[in-house]
């Protein structure tokens, strides 16, 4: 799907990964702090200020303003002079006199002479004027304070002689000499810090957004139900926080008491949206099934037979068809030694199958024991004559299917039923798993009501959301270890 940002969106992407941008700016800040710490080297300055005059001395002639002048003018020029190769040959040759080459080595790139590379030392000079003043500011930075003093000082001895040859007019004169100070002037450790955590939290908010803008999963219903000309039947907000959640995926019923009530009321929405869609079938039986594991329809098949057991006393059938996955019995807490497998396989009558709930009006047939051809048994006449039979005793017989994408079993009884519900996950359902479950619905006689989308994070049209992986349907013992792992 095409993904189209308004600044709502933006803010409400933004705002579900709030979370993330703070770690890595706090990660980017942490780092640059740390990088600085202890893997940057300390940095030493020091300064000195020399004042330019156009004139070696001052008569009584001259006038003193226009000697200022001409010195501003000359200001320019001088500091050229003092970044000139000669000039700095002149300061490396008396440091080299001064301080030992590994000391040297530390600051400056130094050649096979022994002699000081003029463009190293000019890398650690600052040279600038002193706005409107005719004085000239030097700064020398380091991993040596006293070096940096000394490369002050030493130009300040050095420069008038090679001013007086380029220029040949006016003098430098200075007042003090650079003073060594201890205090490291880099790395800037809170600045970096700061500079880390700015390009941590870009870096994060880029991340977010290209992650939106390639992810295919369904936030919206209006766009899938829009692409495949599908009534939105419901849409069921998320329970709460996964923190709650037990090994075994978080199924829950509408008559627990910690539900809340914007769940209730969204399936009693969906239970009046779909009393609309079989209004003009003959049948009242509802397949509920998805594209792929894990996005909720036996939980929701559940509580829709709830919700239409408390609607004028209707009596509802819940049928467990997932005999691959089945968690009805366990939901309801009903015994499973006997159910729809045993009465497709002729093993057992009908009402052996039957299990009454704790729930007034709904009674529940579990899938029984695990077949090895699960297909072929939906897909038999037994499975016709089941339906037939409960149609004529049950107001309404709600079936919970297994997942279209992964088995062929849902297609089976498309001739049985009035249409089938399709459940899709919010961040976890793909527009690709949707398309494949309609082409290969699409082939089959099985009429889709409408479509659910469940989990929802936000009413919002906020499009951030969480993907996770799914697990193929098996059977055998490997399947039934995971079972719990991976049921609907």
Request: include cysteine; charge should be neutral.
């Amino acid at each position: 799907m095409e993904n189209t940002y308004s600044i709502k969106n933006l803010l409400h992407i933004m705002i579900s990964k709030l979370w993330l941008i703070i770690i890595i700016t706090i990660i980017g800040g942490g780092t640059a702090f740390a990088f600085s710490k202890f893997v940057l080297p300390l940095q030493y300055s020091s300064h000195i200020t020399m004042y330019v005059q156009s004139y070696t001395g001052i008569s009584e002639n001259v006038d003193n303003q226009n000697n200022i002048s001409n010195s501003k003018q000359l200001v320019n020029t001088y500091m050229e002079v003092l970044k000139d190769d000669a000039v700095m040959n002149a300061v490396g040759d008396i440091l080299v006199k001064n301080y030992e080459n590994g000391s040297l080595k530390e600051c400056f790139n130094i050649n096979s002479e022994g002699k000081i590379n003029p463009a190293s030392i000019r890398e650690c000079l600052t040279i600038s004027s002193v706005t409107d003043t005719s004085a000239v500011n030097v700064v020398a930075t380091t991993k040596n304070a006293e070096l940096s003093a000394m490369i002050c000082n030493t130009l300040t001895q050095v420069a008038p002689k090679y001013v007086e040859e380029a220029v040949g007019v006016g003098s430098i004169n200075t007042i003090d000499k650079a003073k060594v100070y201890k205090t490291p002037v880099a790395p800037n450790m809170i600045k970096n810090a700061a500079i880390g955590a700015l390009a941590g939290m870009i870096l994060a908010v880029m991340i977010i957004f290209l992650i939106d803008f390639f992810d295919n999963t369904i936030k919206n219903s209006e766009q899938i139900s829009k692409k495949h000309q599908l009534a939105v039947l419901g849409e069921i907000q998320e329970r709460g926080s996964k923190k709650s959640h037990k090994k075994e995926r978080d199924h829950y019923l509408i008559i627990d008491k910690t539900i809340p009530f914007n769940i209730m009321e969204s399936y009693k929405a969906m239970r009046t949206n779909l009393i609309f869609s079989l209004s003009t079938s003959d049948k009242k039986i509802v397949a509920v099934s998805s594209a792929l594991p894990g996005e909720g329809k036996s939980t929701i098949s559940a509580n829709l037979a709830i919700a239409f057991s408390q609607l004028n006393e209707n009596k509802v059938l819940l049928i467990d068809a997932d005999m691959r996955k089945p968690v009805q019995h366990k939901l309801f807490n009903v015994k499973n030694n006997a159910g729809i497998s045993e009465y497709l396989g002729k093993m057992k009558p009908k009402d052996e199958c039957i299990r009454k709930s704790d729930i007034p009006n709904l009674d529940i047939i579990p899938s029984g024991s695990l077949p090895p051809n699960p297909s072929e048994l939906l897909g038999s006449e037994q499975m016709k004559k089941l339906l037939s039979e409960v149609s004529a005793e049950y107001d309404y017989i709600i079936i919970d299917m297994p997942p279209v994408n992964i088995v062929s079993d849902p297609l089976t009884i498309g001739n049985s039923i009035s249409g089938m519900v399709v459940v899709t996950h919010y961040g976890k359902t793909t527009y690709d798993d949707v398309d494949e479950l309609m082409r290969k619905v699409q082939t089959s006689d099985t009429k889709i009501l409408g479509l659910v989308l469940n989990e929802i994070k936000s009413k919002h049209n906020g499009k951030y959301g969480y993907s996770k992986k799914y697990n193929y349907y098996s059977y055998g013992d490997k399947s039934e270890k995971k079972e719990d792992k991976n049921a609907d």
